[in-house]
């Protein structure tokens, strides 16, 4: 199973708690953080985001576990499920920018927007400077199913120039293009954030 957290730290606490993080054996090693990411842009600075993998006693552990660390404020959980995971061995400390995007979905047409978006990733990542880490989706909640998408760009002018909406007037719109344009018509909302992983747990 696997957990979407919201870890808020005390004021200007978030670099000493992603270390502790890092260093961290959650639930006795039952449960791992995947990827931890510090905001750049769109979110509090005192915030760390973490997917975390395990079964589900073990995430319940791991998230008492890092309620109780020093200088952490709350945890929020959000149980979300893969729909496809692409590039989880890229979830390392790195200087490039990760993208915590979420994608407001109509639950009714949730299958037609996977359908326009994990196929297209090859030729999307041909002919941008992104790598895709996964797709996840939380349980539909009135009507909307909401979807996690984690994406790495080299930098902010990288993930500017891959929108479809940002493609040179008059130039030919490759499939993805095409298909990122029409699953505009199954959400009910959109919402990014610019992050630099830390990689994972231990």
Partial sequence: MTEYLTIRTAPNRAAGVGEALRSARLAG??????????????????????????ASEALGRAADEIAGMADVATVDRQPV????????????????????????????RAADFEAATIPVWDGFETDTKCKVIGLWHAPPQDGVTRYLLVAKYDDLAAWSASRYFNLAPGSRKPEWAESFARRRDYMTDTSVIATRCLGGSA
């Fill in 29 to 54: 090693g039952q449960a791992r953080a995947l990827g931890l990411f510090a905001p750049q842009i769109g979110a509090s600075v005192n915030t760390i985001f973490a997917i975390v993998s395990g």
């Fill in 81 to 108: 499920e893969p729909a496809s995971e692409r590039n989880l061995d890229l979830l390392e400390d790195s200087p490039a920018m990760f993208t915590n995007r979420w994608f407001h979905v109509r639950s009714d």
